[in-house]
Structure formats: structure tokens, C-alpha cells
């Protein structure tokens, strides 16, 4: 909010200068102050942001370390940075309610990813996943098409939003948002093809092809070879692969 409060002061100010001090024409001045505005709000933004990676490196080395609570900690205190810009506080959020869900901290985790950034469609998605499993299938929906329409170049997006449709007997309205996801990546994810042919054969979806990244949805059990790295991963430090960070 800071950042936009001296922006458009800014704005205001050289406009005013130009057209009262200097003489210059009113849309002249409104043009040049407009453009000073923008200017002040880019920098502003690249320092707020710059600001926010520092931070993000400290609670990825603390994730790494499987020091969950450390990360939250350096997380909450990053939410001072919406007050220099209002657009960094859903993404903190965001973060904040992954970490919460992926340790099935339900309640905390729904507080912040409400409140996260529709740009990270991952914890839209771990939204979505809370209110299938409320059975609040309005606000999954809702959750969901949040997802896709930030995450539409995102194989994975499509298809868990795909899967929980089929999870409440809605199998043709999952066929229906995969072809959706089939014609944004035009046809270029093979995963999503295959599932489409899975369901229409009444089989259940194939989730596996994405990797890790699905499971951090706690949709599926990993395999259990998979299981024994992410318990041994306690000795060695958090696995690099096994956060998505949006």
C-alpha cells in the first residue's frame, strides 16, 4: 500500500510542478506525471520483491532442513512487507498455507491460502483439495477454476482439478475440463491424454506421471520407495523437489 500511496504522489506532484511552476500544458503534465508515477511504482516493486526473495532463500533453507516452524516464523514476519506493497502479502500467504497443509494442519491452512495470491495456483489447489474434503463442492469449484485460470499452461493444474471430480462421482465433468486442458496446452501433454482415455474407459486417473509435485496434494500415498527417501530426508535436509515453490 506504501508503494502505491507514493506513486500516485508522485504522479500528482510532477504533474502539478509541470503545469503550475513550469508552464507546461495539462495533458502534457498529466502524461509525464502519469509516467513518473509508473516509474516509482516499478522500482519500488523490484525492491519490495527483492526484499521477498531474501526472505523466501532463509525459509527454503529451514524447509530444507525440515525446521518447519523456523520457516513459518520467517514467513509471518515477511507479512510487514505488504505494507510497502499489497500484492506481496497473498503471495506470503500462499506460502504460509502450503507449508500448513502439507503437514495437515487443516484449519491454519485454510486461513492463509484464502488469503493467497490467485498467481499461485498450487495453493488454490490445496484449497480446493480442503473444501472437496469438507464436501463444500461450491467453494472447491470456485477454488479450482481460480487454479486453472492462473495455471492454464500447467498439466497438473487440469488434471487435480480433474481428479477431484471424479473422487465425488462426477466422472463426465472430469473427462470435460481435461479436454478444456487439452485444448489450452494444445494437445501437448501426454499425461493429460491418457488420463482422458482412462476415465472414458471408467478407470480411474494415473496421477504418478507428475511426479512428486502431485503428492505434496496428499491426494495419494507415495510409493513406498518414495516414502523411505522423504523419511530418511530428515537426516540429509528437506528435499529440494519436494515443496513446489510456485
Same mark, same amino acid.
Given at each position: 500500500?506504501?508503494?502505491?500511496?507514493?506513486?500516485?504522489?508522485?504522479?500528482?506532484?510532477?504533474?502539478?510542478?509541470?503545469?503550475?511552476?513550469?508552464?507546461?500544458?495539462?495533458?502534457?503534465?498529466?502524461?509525464?506525471?502519469?509516467?513518473?508515477?509508473?516509474?516509482?511504482?516499478?522500482?519500488?516493486?523490484?525492491?519490495?520483491?527483492?526484499? @521477498?526473495?531474501?526472505?523466501?532463500?532463509?525459509?527454503?533453507?529451514?524447509?530444507?532442513? /525440515?525446521?518447519?516452524?523456523?520457516? @513459518?516464523?520467517? =514467513?509471518?514476519?515477511?507479512?510487514?512487507?505488504?505494507?510497502?506493497?499489497?500484492?506481496?502479502?497473498?503471495?506470503?500467504?500462499?506460502?504460509?498455507?502450503?507449508?500448513?497443509?502439507?503437514?495437515?494442519?487443516?484449519?491454519?491452512?485454510?486461513?492463509?491460502?484464502?488469503?493467497?495470491?490467485?498467481?499461485? #495456483?498450487?495453493?488454490?489447489?490445496?484449497?480446493?483439495?480442503? =473444501?472437496?474434503?469438507?464436501?463444500?463442492?461450491?467453494?472447491?469449484?470456485?477454488?479450482?477454476?481460480?487454479?486453472?485460470?492462473?495455471?492454464?499452461?500447467?498439466?497438473?493444474? #487440469?488434471? @487435480?482439478?480433474?481428479?477431484?471430480?471424479?473422487? *465425488?462421482?462426477?466422472?463426465?465433468?472430469?473427462?470435460?475440463?481435461?479436454?478444456?486442458?487439452?485444448?489450452?496446452?494444445?494437445?501437448?501433454?501426454?499425461?493429460?491424454?491418457?488420463? *482422458?482415455?482412462?476415465?472414458?474407459?471408467?478407470?480411474?486417473?494415473?496421477?504418478?506421471?507428475?511426479?512428486?509435485? #502431485?503428492?505434496?496434494?496428499?491426494?495419494?500415498?507415495?510409493?513406498?520407495?518414495?516414502?523411505?527417501?522423504? /523419511?530418511?530426508?530428515?537426516?540429509?535436509?528437506?528435499?529440494?523437489?519436494?515443496? =513446489?515453490?510456485?
Amino acid at each position: 500500500m506504501r508503494n502505491i500511496i507514493i506513486s500516485v504522489s508522485t504522479l500528482l506532484a510532477i504533474s502539478l510542478i509541470l503545469y503550475l511552476l513550469v508552464g507546461a500544458n495539462l495533458p502534457f503534465s498529466i502524461l509525464i506525471g502519469v509516467l513518473s508515477g509508473i516509474a516509482a511504482f516499478v522500482i519500488l516493486m523490484r525492491k519490495a520483491t527483492k526484499e @521477498l526473495g531474501l526472505l523466501n532463500d532463509k525459509a527454503q533453507k529451514a524447509l530444507y532442513a /525440515q525446521k518447519f516452524d523456523r520457516a @513459518l516464523r520467517i =514467513y509471518e514476519s515477511g507479512l510487514a512487507l505488504g505494507k510497502k506493497s499489497p500484492f506481496i502479502t497473498g503471495q506470503i500467504h500462499g506460502l504460509i498455507g502450503m507449508i500448513h497443509f502439507m503437514r495437515r494442519d487443516n484449519d491454519k491452512a485454510k486461513v492463509s491460502l484464502v488469503k493467497a495470491s490467485s498467481m499461485n #495456483w498450487v495453493a488454490k489447489g490445496m484449497l480446493g483439495v480442503l =473444501y472437496m474434503n469438507e464436501k463444500k463442492y461450491v467453494e472447491m469449484e470456485n477454488a479450482f477454476k481460480a487454479m486453472v485460470a492462473s495455471g492454464k499452461k500447467e498439466g497438473l493444474a #487440469w488434471s @487435480l482439478y480433474a481428479y477431484c471430480l471424479d473422487r *465425488i462421482n462426477r466422472r463426465d465433468d472430469a473427462v470435460k475440463i481435461l479436454e478444456e486442458g487439452n485444448k489450452k496446452l494444445k494437445e501437448n501433454d501426454d499425461r493429460i491424454k491418457n488420463n *482422458i482415455i482412462e476415465l472414458k474407459n471408467n478407470r480411474r486417473m494415473r496421477m504418478k506421471a507428475f511426479g512428486d509435485v #502431485w503428492y505434496q496434494f496428499m491426494l495419494e500415498r507415495p510409493p513406498a520407495k518414495r516414502m523411505m527417501q522423504q /523419511q530418511g530426508a530428515a537426516h540429509g535436509g528437506f528435499r529440494k523437489n519436494a515443496h =513446489y515453490r510456485g
